[in-house]
C-alpha cells in the first residue's frame, strides 16, 4: 500500500496545509454533530415526555345522549330534566383489563356544608358571576360550600400530577383510603381554622338527610393561585375544595351512588396507542349512557414541540453534510490542480489513476479523522446553545397554535349556561397546562459513542463524495501535458 | 528492442505532421542522441516512445509487442523510466523516499530495500546527510542526480530523457553523461537523450537528428 505511505508523507511534509484542511474540516464536522446531538435528543426528551406526561382515556356519562333524550322529552312532555346515569365501577373494572392502561383513578364529586369550621371567602369580587356552576358532571345537587372531591388517589389526579398542587403537610389521599373519613384539607382554611394534620372537622350533607360527619384530617395541601382560578368552581374559594376518597364522597350524595363514580380517568401507558385503547374500550361499554373521551393533548402538544425541533435538526444535519460536501469538494479540486504536476510525475511512472485517487482519500480520510476528534469536543458546546434556543423558539410556537386552535371540549371556560354540554369535559385551563409541560422538557446534549459514530460515518460519507466529485480532474489529466511544457 | 514503424505526428493539421513514416530501432547496451532544431518534434516524439502519448499514425513495438497491446500504464511502469529536463521528483519527499516511492510503484526488484536505494544515492555524490532532506533544499545538478538514481534503482530496460542537462553547468553535465554511459553500458539499458548540445551528443554510441519531418541518422 505504497499509496497510504505517499499520503502519510504529504501530510506530514505540508503541515500548514494539513492543519488549515483539519480547521475547515472540524467547522463543517461541528454543525454535522451539533444537528446530530439535537436530533438524537429531541428523540430521548420525546420519549421521556410520553413517560413524563402520560395520556388518559376517561369514562364518563354520555352527556350528548342525555341531552338529545332530554329535548326529545321536552317537546313531547313536560319533563326537561337531563338525567346522567353515573358511572358504575363494575364497568370501570372491565375497561381496566385492556393492555396499555397502567392504573385509573375514580373521581366523584359534590359538596357538602361546613359544620364545625369556617370557609374561606373569596378575596375577589368573581362571586357574582355564578354562572352554571362546575359544569354538570360535579353533583348535580351541589348546594353546600365546601367542595369534595372524592378520588382513587390525589396522585393520580391531573392537579396534582400537573404539580398545580402539592401536598405541604401529611399525606395525600391514596387508595387505602377507601371506606374511610380521611380527608386533605387547603392550607389556607387550615390556617384560617386552626386546623392541623391528626384534627377532625365536621360537615353537613347537603342532600337527603343532612347528616353531620366527621372527617379525619391526613394531609394538608397547597393549590396554586393559578390553576385554582381557572380549574376549581368559580362560585367558592379554591381553598374550599378537600380531597376525600370516592367512597365517602358517594355516600355524602345518597345511598343510591354506592359503587359508582362522575367518571374515571385511565392512565394510557404508551400515550401513542390512546386512540386504539378508547376503540377497544368503547367495545366493553353501553355507549348509549356513557362516553369514552381522551386526553392525549398534553403529550401532543409536546410532541409536536419535539417534532418540531427534530425535524429542524435532520434539516440541519442534511444542508451542513451537503454544503459541507460541496465545501470540501471544491478544496479536493483546488488541492488537485495545484497537485498536478505531482499527479502527472506518479502517472509516468505508471502509477494506475484509482492509486492515485486513493493517495488522496487517504490524505483527506487522516484529516477527518483529526477533525471528528476536534468536533466531539466542540460540537457538544454548540449542540447546547442550539438546543436551549430551539426548545424555547418552539415552545412559544406550539403555545400559540394550540391556544389558537383550542382543544376540544377544554378551552373554553366555564360559565354561561350553555355549557353545560361540554364545559365540565376535562376541566378548564388545559392549554396553560400543556405549554407549561412543554417549556419544561429540557433537551440534553451529551455526545455519545452512538454520536461520534454517527459523526465518523458523516465524515467518511462526505470525504468519499468530495473526492469522488473531485476525481474526475486526476481521470482526465493527461501527464504529458503536465510534464512536458 | 525498441522499434517504430512507420511512427506519424502532428498536433492539429494532418497535413503538416512533425515526423511522418519513421522506422527507427534501438537497443540495448547503446545509447542515443537525438538532436534538432528547437520545435521540430523531439519532445513530441520522446513522449511516443515513453508512453505518455499514443501515435497517430504507425506503431511503436517493445520487443516485437505493439505498446497498444502492452497498455500504456503498465508500458509506463514497466518497461521505460523518464528523465526530465526539470527533474520531476516528489516535491514532498526526500531523495531517498523518492527513491523507494518510484521503486515500489515500478515494482522493482529492489523495492523496499532502504540500503540499496541509500548506495546508489552515494555513488551519484548524494550523501547520507543530503539522502533525507527534503529534495527542494538541493541544487539542480543534485536533483538531476537523484532522478538519475531514481532510473537506476528502476529495472526499466529503456530509460529515455528529456534535455537532462538543460539546466547544469559544464561539471554537471559531464557527469550526467557519464551517468547515462553507466546506465547503457554497466546496466545494459538502452538509453535515448534529446538534447540540443552537440557535446553531449558527441559522447553517446549513435547520433539522430530530426530535419524534415525525419530522422537522419549521424555518422
Ligand atoms: N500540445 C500541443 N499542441 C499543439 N502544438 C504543440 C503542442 N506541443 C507542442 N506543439 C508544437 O509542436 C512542435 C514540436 O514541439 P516539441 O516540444 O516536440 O519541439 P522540440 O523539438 O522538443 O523543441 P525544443 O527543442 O524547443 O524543446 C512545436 O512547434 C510546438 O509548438
Ligand atoms: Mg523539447
Same mark, same amino acid.
Given at each position: 500500500?505504497?499509496?497510504?505511505?505517499?499520503a502519510?508523507?504529504?501530510?506530514?511534509?505540508?503541515?500548514?496545509?494539513?492543519?488549515?484542511?483539519?480547521?475547515?474540516?472540524?467547522?463543517?464536522?461541528?454543525?454535522?454533530?451539533?444537528?446530530?446531538?439535537?436530533?438524537? =435528543?429531541?428523540?430521548?426528551?420525546?420519549?421521556?415526555?410520553?413517560?413524563?406526561?402520560?395520556?388518559? @382515556?376517561?369514562?364518563?356519562?354520555?352527556?350528548?345522549?342525555?341531552?338529545?333524550?332530554?329535548?326529545?322529552?321536552?317537546?313531547?312532555?313536560?319533563?326537561?330534566?337531563?338525567?346522567?346515569?353515573?358511572?358504575k365501577?363494575?364497568?370501570?373494572?372491565?375497561?381496566?383489563?385492556?393492555?396499555?392502561?397502567?392504573?385509573?383513578?375514580? /373521581?366523584?364529586?359534590?359538596?357538602?356544608?361546613?359544620?364545625?369550621?369556617?370557609?374561606?371567602?373569596?378575596?375577589?369580587?368573581?362571586?357574582?358571576?355564578?354562572?352554571?356552576?362546575?359544569?354538570?358532571?360535579?353533583?348535580?345537587?351541589?348546594?353546600?360550600?365546601?367542595?369534595?372531591?372524592?378520588?382513587t388517589?390525589?396522585s393520580?389526579?391531573?392537579?396534582?400530577?400537573?404539580? %398545580?398542587?402539592?401536598?405541604?403537610?401529611?399525606?395525600?389521599?391514596?387508595?387505602?383510603?377507601?371506606?374511610?373519613?380521611?380527608?386533605?384539607?387547603?392550607?389556607?382554611?387550615?390556617?384560617? #381554622?386552626?386546623?392541623?394534620?391528626?384534627d377532625?372537622?365536621?360537615?353537613?350533607?347537603?342532600?337527603?338527610?343532612?347528616?353531620?360527619?366527621?372527617?379525619?384530617?391526613?394531609?394538608?395541601?397547597?393549590?396554586?393561585?393559578?390553576?385554582?382560578?381557572?380549574?376549581?368552581?368559580?362560585?367558592?374559594?379554591?381553598?374550599?375544595?378537600m380531597?376525600?376518597?370516592?367512597?365517602?364522597?358517594?355516600?355524602?350524595?345518597?345511598?343510591?351512588?354506592?359503587?359508582?363514580?362522575?367518571?374515571?380517568?385511565?392512565?394510557?401507558?404508551?400515550?401513542?396507542?390512546?386512540?386504539?385503547?378508547?376503540?377497544?374500550?368503547?367495545?366493553?361499554?353501553?355507549?348509549?349512557?356513557?362516553?369514552?373521551?381522551?386526553?392525549?393533548?398534553?403529550?401532543?402538544?409536546?410532541?409536536?414541540?419535539?417534532?418540531?425541533?427534530? &425535524?429542524?435538526?435532520?434539516?440541519?444535519?442534511?444542508?451542513?453534510?451537503?454544503?459541507?460536501?460541496?465545501?470540501?469538494?471544491?478544496?479536493?479540486?483546488?488541492?488537485?490542480? !495545484?497537485?498536478?504536476f505531482?499527479?502527472?510525475?506518479?502517472?509516468?511512472?505508471?502509477?494506475?489513476?484509482?492509486?492515485?485517487? =486513493?493517495?488522496?482519500?487517504?490524505?483527506?480520510?487522516?484529516?477527518?479523522? @483529526?477533525?471528528?476528534?476536534?468536533?466531539?469536543? *466542540? *460540537?457538544k458546546?454548540?449542540?447546547?446553545?442550539? &438546543?436551549?434556543?430551539?426548545?424555547?423558539?418552539?415552545?412559544?410556537?406550539?403555545?400559540? /397554535?394550540?391556544?389558537?386552535?383550542?382543544?376540544?371540549?377544554?378551552? !373554553?371556560?366555564?360559565?354561561?349556561?350553555?355549557s353545560?354540554?361540554?364545559?365540565?369535559?376535562?376541566?378548564?385551563?388545559?392549554?396553560?397546562?400543556?405549554?407549561?409541560?412543554?417549556?419544561?422538557?429540557?433537551?440534553?446534549?451529551?455526545?455519545?459513542?452512538?454520536?461520534?459514530?454517527?459523526?465518523?460515518?458523516?465524515?467518511?460519507?462526505?470525504?468519499?463524495?468530495?473526492?469522488?466529485?473531485?476525481? *474526475?480532474?486526476?481521470l482526465?489529466?493527461?501527464?504529458?501535458?503536465?510534464?512536458?511544457? | 528492442?525498441?522499434?517504430?514503424?512507420?511512427?506519424?505526428?502532428?498536433?492539429?493539421?494532418k497535413?503538416?505532421?512533425?515526423? %511522418?513514416?519513421?522506422?527507427? !530501432?534501438?537497443?540495448?547496451?547503446?545509447?542515443?542522441?537525438?538532436? &534538432?532544431?528547437?520545435?521540430?518534434?523531439?519532445?513530441?516524439?520522446?513522449?511516443?516512445?515513453?508512453?505518455?502519448?499514443?501515435?497517430? !499514425?504507425?506503431?511503436?513495438?517493445?520487443?516485437?509487442?505493439?505498446?497498444?497491446?502492452?497498455?500504456?500504464?503498465?508500458?509506463?511502469? +514497466?518497461?521505460?523510466?523518464?528523465?526530465?529536463?526539470?527533474?520531476?521528483?516528489?516535491?514532498?519527499?526526500?531523495?531517498?523516499?523518492?527513491?523507494?516511492?518510484?521503486?515500489?510503484?515500478?515494482?522493482?526488484? +529492489?523495492?523496499?530495500?532502504?540500503?540499496?536505494?541509500?548506495?546508489?544515492?552515494?555513488?551519484?555524490?548524494?550523501?547520507?546527510d543530503?539522502?533525507?532532506?527534503?529534495? %527542494?533544499?538541493?541544487?539542480?545538478?543534485?536533483?538531476?542526480?537523484?532522478a538519475?538514481?531514481?532510473t537506476?534503482c528502476?529495472?526499466?530496460?529503456?530509460?529515455? =530523457?528529456?534535455?537532462?542537462?538543460?539546466?547544469?553547468?559544464?561539471?554537471?553535465?559531464?557527469?550526467?553523461?557519464?551517468?547515462?554511459?553507466?546506465?547503457?553500458?554497466?546496466?545494459?539499458k538502452?538509453?535515448?537523450?534529446?538534447?540540443?548540445?552537440?557535446? @553531449? =551528443? #558527441?559522447?553517446?554510441?549513435?547520433?539522430?537528428?530530426l530535419? #524534415?519531418?525525419?530522422?537522419v541518422?549521424?555518422?
Amino acid at each position: 500500500m505504497n499509496f497510504f505511505k505517499r499520503a502519510w508523507l504529504n501530510v506530514w511534509a505540508k503541515k500548514g496545509r494539513s492543519v488549515l484542511l483539519i480547521l475547515v474540516s472540524s467547522a463543517i464536522l461541528m454543525f454535522v454533530l451539533a444537528g446530530l446531538l439535537i436530533q438524537s =435528543a429531541a428523540v430521548k426528551a420525546t420519549s421521556q415526555a410520553k413517560a413524563d406526561v402520560g395520556a388518559t @382515556v376517561t369514562l364518563s356519562a354520555n352527556r350528548q345522549a342525555a341531552f338529545k333524550k332530554m329535548q326529545s322529552r321536552t317537546t313531547s312532555s313536560k319533563s326537561s330534566k337531563m338525567t346522567l346515569t353515573p358511572v358504575k365501577l363494575s364497568d370501570a373494572a372491565k375497561v381496566a383489563q385492556l393492555s396499555n392502561i397502567s392504573g385509573y383513578n375514580v /373521581t366523584s364529586s359534590t359538596s357538602v356544608n361546613a359544620s364545625s369550621y369556617d370557609t374561606v371567602s373569596m378575596s375577589t369580587g368573581m362571586g357574582s358571576s355564578t354562572g352554571g356552576g362546575p359544569g354538570g358532571m360535579k353533583s348535580s345537587t351541589s348546594t353546600g360550600d365546601t367542595q369534595i372531591d372524592g378520588v382513587t388517589a390525589t396522585s393520580l389526579t391531573t392537579a396534582f400530577s400537573n404539580k %398545580q398542587s402539592k401536598i405541604t403537610k401529611g399525606r395525600g389521599i391514596t387508595a387505602a383510603d377507601k371506606n374511610t373519613n380521611n380527608v386533605v384539607i387547603e392550607k389556607d382554611l387550615a390556617s384560617q #381554622n386552626n386546623l392541623t394534620v391528626g384534627d377532625t372537622l365536621t360537615v353537613k350533607e347537603a342532600t337527603g338527610d343532612k347528616d353531620k360527619v366527621k372527617l379525619k384530617v391526613v394531609g394538608i395541601y397547597k393549590a396554586s393561585s393559578t390553576s385554582s382560578s381557572a380549574a376549581s368552581p368559580m362560585s367558592t374559594d379554591p381553598a374550599n375544595t378537600m380531597y376525600t376518597s370516592y367512597t365517602l364522597a358517594n355516600t355524602f350524595k345518597g345511598s343510591k351512588y354506592a359503587g359508582t363514580a362522575d367518571s374515571v380517568t385511565f392512565n394510557v401507558s404508551n400515550p401513542a396507542k390512546v386512540s386504539s385503547v378508547k376503540t377497544a374500550g368503547k367495545k366493553l361499554i353501553n355507549t348509549s349512557k356513557y362516553s369514552l373521551s381522551t386526553d392525549d393533548a398534553s403529550y401532543q402538544t409536546v410532541k409536536a414541540s419535539m417534532d418540531n425541533v427534530e &425535524g429542524f435538526a435532520n434539516k440541519i444535519v442534511w444542508l451542513v453534510a451537503i454544503a459541507g460536501t460541496i465545501i470540501l469538494a471544491l478544496i479536493v479540486i483546488l488541492m488537485i490542480r !495545484e497537485r498536478r504536476f505531482e499527479i502527472g510525475v506518479l502517472l509516468s511512472l505508471g502509477e494506475a489513476r484509482w492509486k492515485v485517487i =486513493a493517495q488522496f482519500f487517504t490524505e483527506m480520510l487522516m484529516v477527518i479523522v @483529526v477533525a471528528v476528534a476536534i468536533a466531539g469536543v *466542540g *460540537g457538544k458546546f454548540v449542540g447546547n446553545q442550539l &438546543g436551549s434556543q430551539l426548545v424555547s423558539q418552539s415552545a412559544t410556537t406550539t403555545q400559540t /397554535t394550540s391556544s389558537s386552535t383550542g382543544q376540544p371540549g377544554g378551552g !373554553e371556560p366555564s360559565g354561561n349556561g350553555g355549557s353545560g354540554m361540554r364545559g365540565g369535559n376535562g376541566g378548564p385551563g388545559n392549554t396553560s397546562q400543556t405549554t407549561k409541560q412543554a417549556t419544561d422538557t429540557k433537551l440534553e446534549v451529551t455526545v455519545s459513542a452512538v454520536n461520534l459514530a454517527e459523526l465518523g460515518g458523516f465524515g467518511l460519507a462526505i470525504t468519499f463524495l468530495s473526492i469522488m466529485i473531485a476525481s *474526475g480532474g486526476i481521470l482526465r489529466l493527461e501527464p504529458k501535458k503536465v510534464l512536458i511544457s | 528492442m525498441l522499434k517504430t514503424e512507420g511512427l506519424g505526428y502532428w498536433y492539429q493539421d494532418k497535413d503538416q505532421p512533425l515526423f %511522418q513514416g519513421i522506422d527507427l !530501432e534501438f537497443d540495448v547496451g547503446q545509447s542515443y542522441a537525438i538532436l &534538432g532544431h528547437s520545435g521540430s518534434g523531439k519532445t513530441t516524439f520522446l513522449s511516443l516512445i515513453a508512453g505518455l502519448d499514443k501515435p497517430k !499514425e504507425g506503431d511503436i513495438k517493445l520487443n516485437d509487442r505493439s505498446l497498444k497491446q502492452i497498455g500504456l500504464t503498465n508500458f509506463r511502469r +514497466h518497461d521505460v523510466s523518464i528523465v526530465f529536463q526539470a527533474y520531476n521528483l516528489f516535491t514532498y519527499m526526500s531523495p531517498l523516499n523518492n527513491l523507494l516511492t518510484a521503486m515500489a510503484i515500478t515494482d522493482a526488484a +529492489h523495492a523496499g530495500d532502504k540500503a540499496y536505494a541509500r548506495q546508489v544515492l552515494n555513488d551519484l555524490g548524494i550523501g547520507a546527510d543530503l539522502a533525507e532532506r527534503n529534495v %527542494q533544499h538541493l541544487s539542480g545538478g543534485q536533483q538531476q542526480r537523484v532522478a538519475i538514481a531514481r532510473t537506476m534503482c528502476c529495472d526499466a530496460k529503456l530509460v529515455v =530523457a528529456d534535455e537532462p542537462t538543460g539546466n547544469l553547468d559544464e561539471d554537471n553535465t559531464k557527469e550526467v553523461i557519464q551517468q547515462f554511459q553507466k546506465i547503457a553500458h554497466e546496466q545494459g539499458k538502452c538509453v535515448i537523450i534529446v538534447t540540443h548540445e552537440p557535446d @553531449v =551528443a #558527441n559522447q553517446c554510441d549513435h547520433q539522430f537528428r530530426l530535419e #524534415n519531418k525525419q530522422f537522419v541518422e549521424l555518422a
